[in-house]
């Protein structure tokens, strides 16, 4: 069973995705986009996570990246079923306790939507300036996950001992909804890829094309086999970008288009290469026709997917 979810617009406006409608927006189209999520089907929206952005970087990436813990409980109280993905949070710029605090929160008040995407990040002036050791990120990452388990699980007084960090006999309430909130880890890397075979729960690559991607989906359960890890994972993918239709404009030449039969069949190969998971983008020229194509693909292109 494929479901298909997508990254929020506006809240990140990289310029390798972001649509040039995106910079004059703001939260009525968060709203509207969430809402139109809802109504259509969508399994989950996601929300980006990065605290500062070096000069050096901002021209290609540019500064707008909205807090996602902030952005997700915002829409949360818009919504009662979408799911609510960090995608991804660099969870090794805090201290567990503060990232669990947040997270723990937004799950409770969600009603226990919240799916904790977490990644190793690769902004090195962001760890500099928060003090984090860039050079062992994923060492810090590792560990980080192993303490967000014990500090977003059921107990008031959550327990780790490890070597950068060390907590018990600190409460803290209220607990996630959840009685596990998922953890989907994100990166292809050769690290990244065996992070998520031995610690996750679900899978992020990125941008992986599809070429690619079924090897690296073996890979990853090849491992979680000889790790004797018996419990599924989620694998997910990012596809290309769709436009449902004839656009009537250039779309790009990496832009899937076309019937929604022909968007389906094209998108029912990820369903056979072990995938579970699919997030969607759509080429748009408005926040209308942005919604106008999520219900397009609701209505038309999701019911063929399986």
């Known amino acids: 069973m494929v ?3 997508m990254q929020l617009p506006v809240q990140s406006q990289s310029t390798l995705y972001a649509e040039p409608w995106e910079a004059a927006a703001g939260p009525e189209d968060l709203l509207a986009v969430a809402r139109a999520a809802e109504a259509h089907g969508f399994d989950y929206l996601a929300s980006c996570d990065h605290v500062a952005i070096p000069r050096r970087l901002a021209g290609a990436m540019s500064t707008v990246w909205y ?13 009662g079923r979408v799911r609510l993905l960090s995608h991804v949070a660099v969870v090794g710029l805090r201290h567990p306790l503060v990232t669990a605090k947040a997270y723990a929160t937004l799950d409770h008040l969600s009603g226990g939507r919240l799916v904790l995407g977490v990644g190793a990040g690769h902004v090195q002036e962001e760890f500099e300036a928060l003090g ?5 990120r994923g060492a810090v990452l590792d560990e980080t996950v192993d303490a967000l388990r014990a500090a977003l699980g059921p107990e008031e007084y959550p327990e780790h001992l490890g070597e950068r960090f060390a907590f018990k006999d600190l409460g803290q309430l209220p607990r996630p909804a959840q009685e596990r909130v998922p953890v989907w880890v994100g990166g292809s890397s050769p ?6 075979a031995l610690k996750g729960d679900g899978w ?3 941008g992986d094309p599809r070429e690619k991607l079924a090897v690296q989906i073996q890979r990853l359960l ?3 086999a000889d790790a004797g890890i018996a419990e599924p994972i989620t694998v997910g993918a990012i596809t290309e ?3 449902v239709g004839a656009p009537g404009w250039d779309v790009g030449r990496r832009t899937l288009s076309g019937s929604p039969e022909a968007l389906a069949a094209s998108l029912r190969a990820y369903g056979d290469m072990g995938v579970h998971q699919i997030q969607v983008r759509f080429r748009s020229r408005s926040r209308t026709e942005l919604t106008d194509q999520m219900a397009a693909f ?4 999701a019911p063929h997917l399986n």
């Open 3 to 5: 479901v298909y979810g």
């Open 241 to 243: 970008a769709l436009y």
């Open 191 to 196: 690290a990244a890829v065996r992070r998520a």
């Open 132 to 136: 984090v050791d860039f050079a062992r």
């Open 204 to 206: 992020l690559p990125q």
């Open 67 to 79: 807090d996602p813990v902030a952005t997700l409980s915002f829409l949360a109280a818009a919504t």
């Open 298 to 301: 609701g209505a038309e292109v």
């Open 222 to 224: 090849r491992l979680r």
